[in-house]
């Protein structure tokens, strides 16, 4: 049988997962990457980019499955009736 | 304009008489390789200056995500399978020296500092720990057990038909707050346990749904330095807690063992 740690050590990582650890103040962050690099000795590569990078994957990959589920148009359709006010509520 | 070089990470010395299992580079035709300066060894490869300037590397950072994350692979999976291997203060993605002797230079002046880390990191492990939240099913919770907010609604059913449609926006602006602070403080306390296991232990900052593309939300986002015999039960802590609060809402997942980005510098 394998113990926890082997299981958990295992187990598969996602890229943010690595990005959020590599870099230097993780994706959440703006933050500065230090290279060193062409004569000059320290470099800051500004992260804001990256993270900008990132969050544009994100996004083009949730823009990838728009299809509403009946779910989530019940729940819009409430938040209409909420924002018109119900009619029926109105009566009394 | 001849080759810069790629730091993967430092081991000491009398660790490096292990040889170095044959490993690609950053651009997969060369190896890795050790350069030794004094007590401490540099793991690198060599990179072409003129395939890596700096606006090259912006450039690919900034709209190249396919390469962003092979390359982000390449460098994980090279400094974990070191970090099997040696004692190792990791380093971040693409750091790059413009030559030997500025990278000696560096080592040299972080000498003292670097032996300190080696000894703190030799038989720990980081492991980071991150804790989501369904809000839907915890807000639901609040909104039952809550005194202050039991009060509120005790109020609102007393108003006017009018008058509780705008009071109940502002209740669930309440619950809302409530809510917060009430998966901050349980986290917290997690956290403060967890840590009692631990050498050291740091709060992150949490990722928002944007970036991590789910629809829970992460409440918690940690990491750890544990002695490897604490391990097991540090991980058996956090299964513990999965099992407990799984039906309030609550999801745990430790990644781990880490190179120790997190606790060390350079």
Redesign the interface.
Known sequence: MYSTRETMANKEIGLIDILDVILDKGVALKADLVISIAGVDLVYLDLRLLIASVESLVQSKMEGRKTISSEEFDLEKEALIDATGQPDKWKN | ?GN?LYLYGLIPSKEAEQSLPALKDFDGNGDIYMIPVGKITAIVCNLD?EN???EM??ER???D?EW??EK??H??ET?LKLANLYTIV?L???????NQD?LEN?VIENEAKLLDTFGLIKGNEEW?LKIYCDDHLLKKQVGENNPTIEAKKEEISQLS??KQ?FEKKKLDKLIESELEAEKNKTSEKIHLQLKGLALRGDV?????N????RKEDMTW?SVYLIPKTK??SF??EV?RYEKDMKEKGWKFE?????PA??FTSF
């Open positions: 304009m810069l200056a890596y300037s700096e590397l912006k950072i900034n709209n995500m962003l994350q982000a692979f460098h994980h400094v990791p971040k993605f693409c750091t790059l020296y413009k500025s560096a980071n038909k009018g449609f992150k900052k949490a990722w928002s944007d970036v991590t593309g986002n391990v097991e991980l058996e299964r430790a990644t781990g063992p880490w980005y997190h």
